[in-house]
């Protein structure tokens, strides 16, 4: 889903414009309203995508570019001995079955009830 956009001259960086849209749209509708951002493979060596997870929840989404080996990134990085950290998902609650004050429809409630016209099943 689009929620916002900005034309840029020829000569200005995507991610002069991209930081802005976040943070307007987060103040507008709020933490926890955007899930996931897929930004394009200019962003990937931003050191500001961090940001997104650790101020807002926003999990990113950035393809790789084709002059990237994944598997030797990957190699390194176990090279470095970065402190690890167990990761525990926070889910949130079930939705109720039934919305407050909502009757369901008749048919829903007993489905016994509905009438079917066989005529459609037939072929000819």
Excluded at 9 to 38: C, Y
Excluded at 69 to 77: A, S
Aim: charged residues 25%; negative net charge; proline residues 9%.
């Amino acid at each position: 889903m689009v929620v916002g956009m900005r034309v840029l001259r020829g000569h200005e960086s995507e991610a002069t414009a991209l930081w802005p849209l976040v943070d307007t749209f987060v103040q507008t509708a709020g933490r926890g309203v955007m899930k996931v951002l897929l930004p394009d493979g200019g962003f990937i060596n931003d050191s500001r995508i961090g940001r997104l997870k650790q101020d807002y929840g926003i999990d990113t989404v950035i393809p790789i570019r084709s002059d990237m080996d994944l598997f030797e990134d990957v190699r390194g990085l176990t090279q470095l001995s970065p402190p690890w950290e167990e990761y525990e998902p926070t889910r949130r609650a079930s939705l109720p079955g039934v919305r407050p004050g909502h009757t369901p429809h008749p048919l829903a409630q007993n489905p016994d009830s509905c009438l079917v016209n066989d005529r459609r099943f037939l072929t000819l």
